[in-house]
C-alpha cells in the first residue's frame, strides 16, 4: 500500500480484509473528486478514524434510542384481514412476485401488533412498491384511521391519487389530494373534512405536515422517498414515528450490507424481483441521426404511446424541442426543465402523465419518480456526459409496462474512450436485474447517502464507504451487547511453511482475492470450514500450502478469545504470545498441549510466552488446532 511521499507498507495476505478499495457515497459521476492520500504513520488518518467512530456512535445511539422508544410505545392493533381486504388483494392485475408476497406479510404482521410500525420497503421502480402501500392504506381504513400518502412532488400526488382511486373505485373509501393545483377554498374544505374523519385517504406534498393540518385519527403515514423531503419535514417525521404507524417506499436500492449493519435497528424489506411478462430495455449506441430520431418517436406513435426526449443543457433546450417538432410535425412537444416556474413545470409534467403530450423534452428531472408506463421509447442527448447510474435510472423510466421498449444512447461520432465502455455496459446488459454490477453499485452509494442523511455523507467521503460500513456494523454491536469493549482483535501467524491459495489451483486473480478477503473477514471457526468447502466444491481437492492457510486461519480465530497475541511456527517447535492485556489460565493451557504430545515451556511469565515441541501424534498445526478448540469449546 503507498501512501502520501512514495512510502509503501507490505500487508500480509490474511490481513487483505483490512483493504478496501475507496468508494464514497453519493459519488454518482466518474469527476467525483479524489481522496487526499495520508502519510505513514501520521495522525491524520487516526483523527479522521476517530472522528468518524464518534459520529456514527452518535447516530447510532439517536436511532436505537428512537427505536427503544418506539418499542415501549403501543397503539391498538389494526384488524386481522377481513373479507373485503382479501376482495382488494385478489383484484389485483398482475400476479405478485415472491417479494411482494413477503412485504405484504411483513407489513400486515407489523399493523396487527401492538407497536408502530416503522418499516422502510426499497424496491426498483415498477417492483410494486405502490400496491403495498394500497393494501397497506386499505387495511388502515378497514380498522377505522386516515391514512397521509407523503409524495415529493405534485405531479407524483395526482399519479398516486390516480393510482389509488382506481384501486379504491369498488369499495367505500373517500380519498382527497392536497396540493398546490387546488385553490385555498378547495384546500380548506380538505382540511375541515380530515378534522372531521369524513376523509379516508389524503395524498400530497410536505404541505401536509403543516401544523393546520389536524385528523379525527391518523393511523398510517405512507412517505414515497422520503430523503427527498428537508431537514424540518423529517424532524416532524421522526415525531409522527413515535405514535402512528409509518411506512417509507424508496426505489434507490441500498447495499446490502448497509441492510445487514441496520438490520438491528429499522425495519427493512429488500424487493428485488422484477414483475413478470416485463421485457428488457433494447438499447443501443448510436450517433446523433435524424433519421433514427423520426423512426423512434414515429414508431412509438404509429402504436399510441409516448417518447421522453432527454437533454441535458437548459440554454439549448428549446432549439432542440423545436427541431424535434419539425422532424415529426404531428407530434404534440412539450419541454420541461428545472428552471421553469415551479407550477409551469408540474403543468407540462401533468400533461405528460395524462397522454396530452408526445413527446417530453426535458432535462434529468425525469431521471426519477415519473411513472408513465405508455411511454416506452427514450432518446438520450449525449449519454458520454452522464455516469452510469444516471443512465440506469433514465433507462427505468420507460419498459414499465408489457410492451417493447427502446432506450437510444446518442452520442458524438469520436466518442471519448472512457465514457464508450462505460456506455457499452449498458448496452449489452439489458437483461431485468442483472449485469448492473457497476451501475448498482454507484447507485447503492447514492441510496446509502439517502439513508444515512447528509449529516454522515462528510464522514463516509473521510474514510470510505467500505470501512464506514465496517465500523457502524461494529458501533450497532457494541451498543446492542451494552458493551464499550471492541472485539479481540485475530491473532498474528507466522509459519515456515507455505502458506496461499497457488495460481495452478486458482487462476483467476479476483477470485483468489476474494477469498482471501472473505477468510480474513471470517469471525467464527464455522465460517473458515464452508469457505474451504467451497473451495473444494469449485476447484477440486485442495494442495497442501492451500490447507496450510486454512488451518492458519483457524488458528487466529482460535487464539484471540484466549489472548493470543502471536503463534510463531518453526519445523517441530511452536512458540505462542500472549497480549499484555490477557490473562491466559496456564493449567488448562499446558493439559491441552500435553494431550496432543506436546511438551510445554515458559518462556516469559508476563506477558506469557510459551514454548511448544512436538514429540509426536498429528502434526504441529492440526495439535495445535486440537488443543485450543478444548480450551475454546464455545467456538463452533
Not at 415472491?98 to 400486515?108: F, G, L
Not at 449525449?382 to 419498459?399: E, K, M
Not at 451494552?482 to 485475530?490: K, L, Q, R, W
Request: aromatic letters at 6%; a neutral charge.
Amino acid at each position: 500500500v503507498e501512501y502520501e511521499g512514495g512510502d509503501r507498507l507490505n500487508v500480509p495476505l490474511y490481513r487483505l480484509d483490512q483493504v478496501e478499495k475507496y468508494r464514497a457515497a453519493g459519488d454518482v459521476s466518474d469527476e467525483a473528486p479524489p481522496p487526499r492520500l495520508h502519510k505513514l504513520g501520521g495522525k491524520r488518518w487516526a483523527a479522521q478514524r476517530d472522528k468518524t467512530r464518534s459520529a456514527i456512535q452518535e447516530m447510532t445511539s439517536e436511532l436505537i434510542d428512537l427505536y427503544a422508544r418506539r418499542r415501549v410505545a403501543s397503539r391498538p392493533p389494526h384488524h386481522p384481514d377481513g373479507a373485503w381486504q382479501k376482495q382488494l388483494e385478489s383484484s389485483f392485475l398482475f400476479e405478485d412476485t415472491p417479494d411482494q408476497r413477503t412485504a405484504t406479510s411483513a407489513v400486515k404482521q407489523d399493523m396487527e401488533g401492538a407497536r408502530p410500525m416503522d418499516r422502510l420497503l426499497v424496491g426498483d421502480v415498477g417492483y410494486g412498491k405502490t400496491e403495498i402501500a394500497v393494501r397497506a392504506a386499505f387495511k388502515a381504513v378497514q380498522t377505522g384511521r386516515q391514512v397521509v400518502v407523503l409524495v415529493p412532488t405534485t405531479v407524483l400526488a395526482e399519479q398516486h391519487a390516480r393510482t389509488f382511486g382506481d384501486r379504491f373505485a369498488d369499495f367505500p373509501v373517500r380519498i382527497a389530494v392536497m396540493s398546490r393545483f387546488q385553490t385555498m377554498k378547495d384546500q380548506k374544505a380538505v382540511l375541515a373534512e380530515l378534522a372531521a374523519g369524513t376523509v379516508d385517504v389524503v395524498i400530497g406534498t410536505h404541505r401536509l405536515l403543516s401544523p393546520d393540518v389536524v385528523f379525527k385519527s391518523l393511523g398510517l403515514v405512507i412517505i414515497d422517498e422520503e430523503h427527498r423531503f428537508g431537514v424540518k419535514h423529517k424532524e416532524r417525521l421522526k415525531q409522527l414515528r413515535l405514535e402512528t404507524d409509518v411506512l417509507t417506499l424508496t426505489a434507490t436500492p441500498i447495499p446490502r450490507t448497509l441492510h445487514q449493519s441496520l438490520a438491528g435497528l429499522r425495519d427493512l424489506t429488500l424487493m428485488q424481483t422484477p414483475p413478470r411478462d416485463r421485457s428488457p430495455v433494447l438499447t443501443s449506441l448510436e450517433p446523433w441521426d435524424d433519421a433514427l430520431i423520426v423512426e423512434g418517436i414515429e414508431r412509438e406513435l404509429d402504436r399510441g404511446g409516448q417518447v421522453f426526449f432527454v437533454h441535458n443543457r437548459v440554454e439549448t433546450i428549446l432549439a432542440v424541442a423545436d427541431h424535434i417538432q419539425r422532424l415529426v410535425p404531428r407530434a404534440r412537444v412539450g419541454v420541461g426543465h428545472g428552471q421553469m416556474p415551479e407550477r409551469e413545470l408540474e403543468q407540462v409534467m401533468r400533461c405528460f402523465v395524462e397522454g396530452e403530450l408526445d413527446v417530453l423534452v426535458s432535462t434529468l428531472i425525469v431521471e426519477s419518480g415519473i411513472d408513465v408506463p405508455n411511454a416506452n421509447t427514450m432518446f438520450v442527448d449525449r449519454a458520454d456526459r452522464f455516469g452510469l447510474a444516471q443512465l440506469y435510472q433514465l433507462r427505468g423510466r420507460v419498459g414499465r409496462s408489457h410492451r417493447r421498449a427502446y432506450c437510444f444512447l446518442i452520442v458524438p461520432e469520436h466518442c471519448d474512450e472512457d465514457a464508450e465502455r462505460r456506455l457499452r455496459v449498458l448496452e449489452h446488459h439489458t437483461e431485468l436485474g442483472a449485469g448492473y454490477r457497476i451501475a448498482l453499485r454507484d447507485m447503492e452509494l447514492r441510496g446509502a447517502g439517502n439513508l444515512l442523511g447528509p449529516e454522515q455523507s462528510g464522514f463516509v467521503h473521510a474514510v470510505g464507504f467500505d470501512l464506514y460500513l465496517r465500523m457502524l456494523e461494529e458501533t450497532v454491536q457494541r451498543i446492542q451487547r451494552g458493551d464499550a469493549a471492541p472485539p479481540t482483535p485475530p491473532a498474528d501467524i507466522t509459519l515456515d511453511l507455505p502458506s496461499y491459495l497457488p495460481d495452478d489451483y486458482i487462476a483467476a486473480s479476483e477470485v483468489k482475492l476474494d477469498l482471501y478477503r472473505r477468510l480474513g473477514a471470517a469471525r467464527v471457526i464455522e465460517q473458515v470450514d464452508l469457505i474451504r468447502e467451497e473451495i473444494r466444491d469449485r476447484f477440486g481437492p485442495i494442495p497442501e500450502p492451500a490447507e496450510v492457510y486454512l488451518a492458519a486461519a483457524r488458528l487466529r480465530l482460535l487464539g484471540a478469545p484466549l489472548g493470543v497475541e502471536g503463534i510463531l511456527v518453526h519445523g517441530s517447535e511452536a512458540r505462542i504470545t500472549f497480549r499484555a492485556d490477557a490473562v491466559p489460565r496456564l493449567k488448562p493451557l499446558a493439559a491441552a498441549f500435553r494431550d496432543v504430545q506436546f511438551q510445554v515451556d515458559v518462556r516469559r511469565v508476563q506477558p506469557l510466552s510459551l514454548k511448544l515441541t512436538r514429540l509426536g501424534g498429528a502434526t504441529l498445526l492440526d495439535g495445535l488446532i486440537r488443543a485450543l478448540r478444548t480450551i475454546t469449546p464455545e467456538l463452533p
